[in-house]
């Protein structure tokens, strides 16, 4: 059966179990939370020497590497049917499987024992986007493999789709948070946090509860963030654009330069910086089309990303179409230079700020 968010935790605080759950989605904060709390509420603690077992996988693992690859299903099989060992069940973690892991022998081998598992065992798969990219993890849950796993756990047990908080929801948390430990958060604040973490849930948690240990009352100001949190390669990025478009490319050498110190290699600076530029370029011809910024989004396939669209239309206000797509052109062939000549990297990504620097704005 398909459930929510909502629903999932509901059934948890009423102690409810089936015999198999499949956590899936991009929102890899929430999918191990929950999985913790069904592995808590199948097992106890002082139980799960002999009557838990957890598989860490990585998906698209190469068939021939054994630690890599779901356990083998005489294995899976003899624990799951066997009775546990002094308590009320058993309890099978297979972290981020991968059906396309398997033979097809095997993967049949696996939907057979998930259709039929016994009363007195828990068997929890969960599936991370563990590389990050929302366009491939789509295309993988869309495969035939995946699609199965999924029909099967829907016939036979739990599946919930744990997808990505929404702006607002990423925001309000960090908003209560501090509000639990004594402290206040802004709404532009909480905003500007959730930029520096790239709205990762796992990271919000935990530069929230440093913040809250270093302010202990009172307000957390935007210093304070600045102060305490490490701003993503993206974020530093969006600083770097805001020095050029105000005439201050000294101050956006400088953050290269802080970039470089903290050993971030010239590619991924390259593909940041570029994606921004991108990312600036289509906002304007959406503003130029007369489109909202959710419009522009929807029509990019930006998908759970409409919010790097709502910050760079604002940016964009300023800049002009002309302006936009001569930075892409130089960005463009500073790529095409890092990725064939032997020129030096830093060179090159410090040879494109400068010529965006000398365009008129």
């Not at 999918?31 to 913790?36: A, E, G, L, Q, S």
């Not at 199965?148 to 016939?155: P, Q, R, S, V």
Request: glycine share 4%.
């Amino acid at each position: 059966m398909k459930i929510t968010e909502q629903a999932l935790g509901a059934d948890i605080k009423k102690g409810q179990l089936a015999r198999l759950y499949l956590l899936y989605g991009e929102e890899d904060f929430l999918i191990r939370m929950y999985t913790d709390k069904l592995i808590s509420l199948a097992v106890s603690p002082e139980q799960r020497e002999m009557n838990f077992r957890k598989y860490s996988l990585v998906p698209g693992a190469d068939k021939g590497s054994r630690e890599d690859r779901p356990p083998k299903i005489d294995e899976l099989s003899d624990f799951a049917d066997s009775l546990p060992f002094f308590a009320e069940r058993k309890c099978v973690l297979l972290k981020n499987f991968d059906p396309d892991c398997l033979e097809k022998d095997e993967f049949e081998d696996y939907t057979a024992l998930l259709s039929d598992i016994p009363d007195s065992t828990v068997i929890i798969i969960t599936r991370e986007n563990v590389e990050g990219d929302p366009k491939k993890f789509k295309e993988k849950l869309g495969k035939a493999r995946m699609k199965k796993l999924i029909e099967t756990a829907d016939k036979n047990g739990i599946v919930c789709e744990l997808a990505q908080f929404s702006e607002a929801k990423t925001e309000g948390m960090a908003i209560a948070k501090c509000r639990r430990a004594g402290c206040e958060l802004s709404n532009a604040n909480a905003a500007y946090l959730s930029e520096c973490v790239g709205g990762s849930l796992s990271l919000l948690q935990t530069e929230t509860e440093k913040l809250c240990a270093y302010r202990q009352s009172g307000e957390i100001t935007r210093e304070d963030i600045d102060a305490l949190v490490p701003k993503r390669v993206e974020s530093n990025i969006y600083d770097l654009a805001k020095e050029l478009f105000s005439g201050r490319a000294g101050k956006a050498l400088k953050i290269l330069d802080a970039l470089f110190i903290q050993r971030v290699e010239p590619i991924i600076i390259m593909a940041a910086l570029s994606g921004h530029f991108v990312d600036l370029y289509r906002a304007k011809l959406g503003q130029s089309a007369r489109k909202s910024y959710s419009e522009a989004a929807a029509a990019l396939n930006y998908g759970r990303r409409a919010f790097v669209m709502k910050n760079t239309y604002s940016a964009a206000n300023k800049l002009s179409v002309t302006y936009l797509a001569d930075c892409v052109a130089i960005l463009y062939k500073a790529n095409r230079l890092l990725n064939s000549s032997k020129a030096d990297r830093r060179q090159l990504i410090e040879q494109a700020i400068v010529e965006i620097a000398a365009l008129p704005r």
